[in-house]
């Protein structure tokens, strides 16, 4: 019997970029933290759900192991599309959202003139940190967490995925009736 099995790239492709898209948002984000990682593990259960019935429909069977492999592609995949838009929206939306806060702050009367000389040292900061190694160091630091935590998370819910959608190939009617060749002969 050969059967194909279908490609898992789309199913974590297809998670990974969705939940990445999702976490790399702050109001979900900060659910994301609260939550212990639920939409990462939710990231890796989503993927084996669409391959488990890639695999339903291909008429091959689907195994936790698989599902905890698939939960860890989809981590990867996470990981790299939170990271590129949590740097995309922090330089179209945080930094300039940080810079007229702090500007707002430095102009409010009841400020004292000491913290506004703070305030200026903590924009100068800022504005060199957006061009420096620092902001390059930034990234693969937020990369390397994000891939632990898709890694870890994303595969546990693959494996919980797995469990829960585990299919077995249905027996066809030919290898039903059919009489092994070492069997001894009926009387």
Known sequence: MNQRFPSP???????????????????????????CCSLVIACGFFASFLYSRNCASAG??????????????????????????????????GLPMQRALMEWVRDLPEIPPELNGQIDVWRDALESHESSPFRVLSLIWSLFVHLVQGAVFSTVGGL???????KTPRATEQNVY????DAPPSP
Do not use: H
Request: glycine content about 14%; hydrophobic content about 60%.
């Open 9 to 35: 790239l789309q199913p974590a492709i297809i998670s990974g970029g969705l939940f990445g898209l999702l976490v790399a948002l702050p109001p979900v984000q900060l659910v994301n933290c609260c939550t």
């Open 60 to 93: 091959v069977e689907f195994r936790p192991g698989t599902g905890a492999l698939l939960g860890l592609a989809a981590g990867g995949v996470f990981a790299v599309v939170a990271v590129a838009v949590d740097a995309l929206l922090t330089a179209w939306i």
């Open 160 to 166: 919980i995925g797995g469990a829960v959608f585990k």
């Open 178 to 181: 059919d009489i092994p060749t």
